[in-house]
């Protein structure tokens, strides 16, 4: 057991957070300690908050959208070296079951994600395997590095819908993921519109990014015919995680196209057949990222045609990071994306 402590913090039960003194954690074979220069706090870390996680256990340290530094290597590792500035993949994968087997390893029967199942990153240091770091530029802003895992999970969700050059894609929400895949998806050369009910959050998308943005209460219908004279967009990203957004996605959609739906919600998935079939719809579920998705996203951010750093509304320090996580959450839509910093 290693003998020294580290400040992380800790939500020990829906909307109570403690930051504390804890272990530093141990590295085992194969693993490397990575520690923490920022953490981007995720939608999933205030469902938890609030005590809505489908997934997590308490008590728990959050956060998975991770950059550090690497502090110890307890592994064979050609590329990666003490002092290596590194994005974490953040999900644990068993390797050996029907889907590791097909290379598929995101949508593992075992998967545990850090923050979630085990431990996270609003810490001081982390233990990830070696497998799971990507290493990033020395001069690239940690703040930019931690959002390599969002917009992974984004670029996902456009790599499963099988967006290219020329399609016209719809984004259901304008959260960070739904902005995300808006990005990955405008990076493939794609016509992209995005759509939310939120006017904080269409103003954001507007204003830092330029998107078109539509109200799904206003004349909707008739702003997607106008746009894609009268066929529908052929791809459609629902990242809303809304029962409601899930079932009137495919109404959104054209014939012969792809529904995509990457936000997550607890209920039943309602499609309508008529629809789905006279379609001959294509309809895809994205879970989480793989690592060739974070090499993408690195590969896009440093040539600017995903911008990163435009997300960030607000950062805070670790030893200020429960005052913070709690003030985020009461602003709501105001805070876009907030980041805990190392200090």
């Not at 919600?265 to 060739?292: G, K, N």
Request: charged share 25%; with cysteine; aromatic share 6%.
């Amino acid at each position: 057991m290693r003998d020294k402590t580290m400040k992380a913090l800790v939500l020990e039960e829906a909307y109570r957070l403690t930051m504390k003194e804890v272990p530093v954690p141990e590295v085992p074979e194969g693993y490397a300690l990575v520690k923490i220069l920022a953490v981007s706090v995720c939608g999933s870390d205030i469902h938890a908050y609030r005590g809505n996680a489908l997934l997590l256990t308490y008590p728990r340290i959050l956060g998975h959208e991770l950059c550090g530094v690497v502090e110890e290597i307890n592994a064979p590792a050609e590329d990666l070296r003490v002092g290596d500035k590194v994005s974490v993949l953040p999900y644990l994968s068993c390797g050996r079951c029907a889907a590791c087997r097909q290379g598929r390893e995101n949508c593992c029967t075992g998967l545990k994600v850090l923050g979630v199942h085990v431990e996270g990153g609003i810490a001081g240091y982390v233990s990830v395997p070696v497998s799971a770091l990507l290493q990033v530029p020395r001069d690239m802003d940690p703040k930019t590095a931690a959002l390599i895992e969002p917009l992974s999970v984004s670029a996902h969700a456009v790599r499963r819908g099988g967006v290219t050059a020329g399609d016209r894609v719809l984004v259901l929400g304008a959260g960070p993921i739904g902005l995300g895949a808006a990005e990955a998806a405008r990076a493939a050369g794609a016509e992209v519109r995005v759509a939310d009910v939120n006017p904080e959050r269409r103003a954001f998308v507007r204003e830092r990014f330029g998107y078109e943005v539509l109200d799904p209460a206003e004349d909707f219908d008739s702003a997607l015919r106008a746009w894609t004279g009268g066929e529908y967009p052929n791809r459609v990203i629902d990242s809303t995680g809304n029962r409601g957004s899930n079932a009137a996605a495919i109404h959104y959609l054209s014939a012969a196209g792809s529904l995509v739906y990457v936000g997550l919600q607890s209920d039943t998935l309602d499609i309508s057949d008529p629809a789905f079939h006279i379609r001959e719809a294509t309809v895809y579920a994205s879970r989480v990222a793989q690592m060739r998705d974070f090499r993408y996203v690195l590969e896009q951010i440093q040539r600017g045609t995903i911008r990163a750093e435009r997300m960030i509304t607000d950062t805070a320090g670790l030893s200020q990071a429960k005052e913070a996580f709690e003030e985020w959450v009461s602003r709501g839509g105001a805070v876009f994306k907030g980041v805990i910093e190392a200090e």
